[in-house]
């Protein structure tokens, strides 16, 4: 097995403004599933293509943005392989106790230079629903909503993001898939901890700890082109697509959840062998590598944040 | 998991987001909303202030704004359409604390995105420089 230390992207967890708003966009437009809700209100949710327990939690707050995100390890004991070289790094480590979050086991955290929470876990229950293993459909639920099939990846704004390739590269084993180089110095990197074009991205911005994106598989560009339907239907505020980034190829659409928290639905991407060089863009392809067809920013891209 | 999320009847609270809609038999009321030294937008008293700027921008009516009009999430959560309201009555739905404190708000500051005008209304634009809005509780 190729694949150990840090697998995937596990869950992401958000602060929302209106908690029944949330909990009806996340399931009934982008097609995911409640699973419970923690008695601390904290609401865990997961696609039907998903094994785990969840993958998105909803946390109720007075202003929207991003709490942390956690990858999934292969082993218990690669937990305090990490904190080790963490620590080591120069980077303090603290740990989650098992049960914190409903289903999942230990995890231990972070803050990375840019701000950002960033925990590991190794552990989790399976929920329902979830795909069936012997003799399997290619699902057992049917899709509804825009049929999101996975949490997928984040994009976070914050500063340092030099010190974020560093740390991720060195730390925690993950490759950096492309990179953006202005002439004043690095704007943003791509990370992937398996063969996906991207787990994690950053874009330097003043201000720690923001929160740009966070974005949901769909299976092909017709369900893209079924995402933007029911965005339309639902009145869902929409930042720019259906479209394509030129960086990872992913066909893309970015929209609002009902606190102004980007969301993204992703198709596609090329696939990432480790042995692959970084890809590098220019101050003068930027436009391009962000919004392949439109060939240029839009006002949002780089300003519009929670 | 609950067998509800895959149903694929909409919920009439599913179309308006946040916001709860007025009861149904309320007749969005026409109204005036004027942008300080830059024009005025038609707007109804059922949409976002916001969205009828943005629609007023469109058919250039709002010819003296000194930039595009900042639009960024619409909901609530990003903070880029600060505006302080000078004078008239809105409905305010759930804006991040993020980037309208509790001060401001009593100062008539609020985010143009999650506000339904409820009479005419007179504003002014207060945009917020990138990466420096307000911070940070987010509890």
């Known amino acids: 097995m190729a694949h150990t230390g840090v697998l995937r992207p596990g869950f992401i967890q958000?602060?929302?403004?209106?908690?029944?708003?949330?909990?009806?966009?996340?399931?009934?437009?982008?097609?995911?599933?409640?699973?419970?809700?923690?008695?601390?209100?904290r609401v865990y949710l997961k696609a039907a293509d998903e094994f785990d327990h969840h993958s998105i939690v909803l946390r109720r707050a007075d202003a929207a943005g991003f709490d942390l995100m956690a990858f999934k390890v292969r082993e218990d004991a690669e937990l305090d392989h990490f904190a080790e070289r963490v620590t080591a790094y120069g980077i303090a480590v603290d740990h989650v106790a098992a049960g914190e979050q409903p289903g999942i086991g230990r995890r231990i955290g972070f803050t990375i230079p840019s701000g950002h929470r960033i925990e590991l876990f190794a552990e989790s229950d399976q929920s329902d629903p979830k795909p069936r293993v012997h003799n399997p459909d290619v699902w057992e639920l049917e899709p509804h909503g825009m049929a999101a099939r996975r949490f997928d990846h984040a994009l976070l704004y914050g500063p340092d993001i030099e010190k974020n390739l560093d740390f991720f590269v060195k730390a925690l084993d993950f490759s950096c898939a492309e990179r953006?180089?202005?002439?004043?110095?690095?704007?943003?990197?791509?990370?992937?901890?398996?063969?996906?074009?991207?787990?994690?991205?950053?874009?330097?911005?003043?201000?720690?700890?923001?929160?740009?994106?966070?974005?949901?598989?769909?299976?092909?560009?017709?369900?893209?082109?079924h995402a933007a339907d029911i965005l339309t239907r639902y009145d869902i505020s929409v930042d720019i697509g259906p479209t394509r980034h030129g960086i990872t190829r992913g066909q893309t659409i970015y929209f609002f959840d009902p606190s102004g928290n980007r969301n993204e639905v992703f198709a596609g991407g090329y696939t990432y062998y480790p042995d692959n060089p970084t890809r590098t863009w220019d101050e003068t392809q930027i436009g391009k590598g962000i919004f392949y067809y439109e060939r240029q920013l839009n006002d949002a891209f780089l300003s519009v944040v929670t | 998991m609950s067998d509800e999320t895959a149903s694929p009847s909409p919920s009439p609270t599913g179309i308006r987001g946040a916001a709860a809609p007025l009861a149904p038999s309320v007749e969005p009321r026409r109204v005036t909303i004027t942008v300080e030294g830059c024009?005025?937008?038609?707007?109804?008293?059922?949409?976002?202030?916001?969205?009828?700027?943005?629609?007023?921008?469109?058919?250039?009516?709002?010819?003296?704004?000194?930039?595009?009009?900042?639009?960024?999430?619409?909901?609530?959560?990003?903070?880029?359409?600060?505006?302080?309201?000078?004078?008239?009555?809105?409905?305010?739905?759930?804006?991040?604390?993020?980037?309208?404190?509790?001060?401001?708000?009593?100062?008539?500051?609020v985010l143009a995105c999650a506000i339904y005008a409820q009479s005419d209304l007179t504003l002014r634009l207060e945009t917020p420089s990138l990466g420096k809005t307000r911070s940070l509780p987010t509890n």
């Open chain 1, 14 to 41: 958000l602060r929302v403004l209106d908690m029944p708003a949330a909990i009806e966009h996340y399931t009934k437009r982008i097609g995911f599933h409640q699973v419970c809700e923690g008695s601390d209100g």
């Open chain 1, 180 to 225: 953006v180089d202005m002439p004043d110095g690095l704007l943003a990197i791509w990370l992937t901890a398996g063969m996906k074009a991207h787990d994690i991205a950053f874009v330097k911005y003043p201000e720690p700890n923001k929160f740009h994106h966070v974005a949901f598989e769909l299976e092909n560009w017709n369900d893209v082109g």
């Open chain 2, 39 to 109: 024009g005025s937008a038609t707007a109804t008293s059922e949409e976002r202030v916001l969205v009828a700027l943005e629609r007023a921008q469109g058919f250039g009516r709002l010819k003296g704004l000194p930039r595009k009009l900042p639009v960024g999430c619409r909901r609530g959560g990003c903070g880029i359409c600060r505006v302080r309201i000078l004078d008239g009555e809105f409905r305010l739905t759930p804006m991040s604390r993020a980037h309208v404190s509790a001060a401001d708000e009593a100062g008539g500051v």
